[in-house]
T-cell receptor, first 118, second 110 residues
Framework: DAGVIQSPRHEVTEMGQEVTLRCKPI?????LFWYRQTMMRGLELLIY????????DSGMPEDRFSAKMPNASFSTLKIQPSEPRDSAVYFC????????????????FGEGSRLTVL | AQSVTQPDIHITVSEGASLELRCNYS??????LFWYVQSPGQGLQLLLK??????LVQGIKGFEAEFKRSQSSFNLRKPSVHWSDAAEYFC????????FGSGTRLSIRP
């Protein structure tokens, strides 16, 4: 079975441009997470979904960030407009629940999308 | 609020030596605890997890971790490290919402 698939792997853009990151979770997984990794702030949870519904978006930095999950096999993270401080590696991860309302904890990570905003 | 603290940013150990990476957590209920490893340019991979039961859990690649509720700790150990263990190690806590520590970078001295 394919793992979590993220695209693009690398994105270089200019300040003010819109950026869309994409994620395809593992089939059958009902949790999807978006994390951002930087040297300064480590691995930050931005938002997570359960059964396509956003559960907690308290980690989303500001209104410039938005995430959607229109169906069980696809999610997007959008930054509009982008700023240099958004430069980071963005990871998508998925997992499945073995107890209602709780996931197994084994997050399967994609390889990440490295974003550079000039 | 849940949080994870990994007090060691960078650790260097000699190949063949034992290893212990520290992790302290804050969580309002019985925690689900995890250790993940990240190789350069890669995503994270689960090493082991604790949900309940035996407080000493075994993971992949010869790693183990011990849950100590009284100390709010979940330290990762390995009796003898190999050069291939050089990586970044992350402790995490959560049930639905998984929060990661800041990570500990492990270097291996030949």
């Amino acid at each position: 079975d394919a793992g979590v698939i993220q695209s693009p792997r690398h994105e270089v853009t200019e300040m003010g441009q819109e950026v869309t990151l994409r994620c395809k979770p593992i089939s059958g997984h009902d949790y999807l997470f978006w994390y951002r990794q930087t040297m300064m702030r480590g691995l930050e949870l931005l938002i997570y979904f359960n059964n396509n519904v956003p559960i907690d978006d308290s980690g989303m930095p500001e209104d410039r960030f938005s995430a959607k999950m229109p169906n069980a096999s696809f999610s997007t993270l959008k930054i509009q407009p982008s700023e240099p401080r958004d430069s980071a590696v963005y990871f998508c991860a998925s997992s499945s629940s073995h107890v209602i309302g709780q996931n197994t904890g084994e997050l399967f990570f994609g390889e990440g999308s490295r974003l550079t905003v000039l | 609020a849940q949080s994870v603290t990994q007090p060691d940013i960078h650790i260097t150990v000699s190949e063949g030596a034992s290893l212990e990476l520290r992790c302290n957590y804050s969580y309002g209920a019985t925690p689900y605890l995890f250790w993940y490893v990240q190789s350069p340019g890669q995503g994270l991979q689960l090493l082991l997890k604790y949900f309940s039961g035996d407080t000493l859990v075994q993971g992949i690649k010869g790693f183990e971790a011990e849950f100590k509720r009284s100390q709010s700790s979940f330290n990762l150990r390995k009796p003898s490290v190999h050069w291939s263990d050089a990586a970044e190690y992350f402790c995490a806590v959560g049930a639905s919402k998984i929060i990661f520590g800041s990570g500990t970078r492990l270097s291996i001295r030949p």
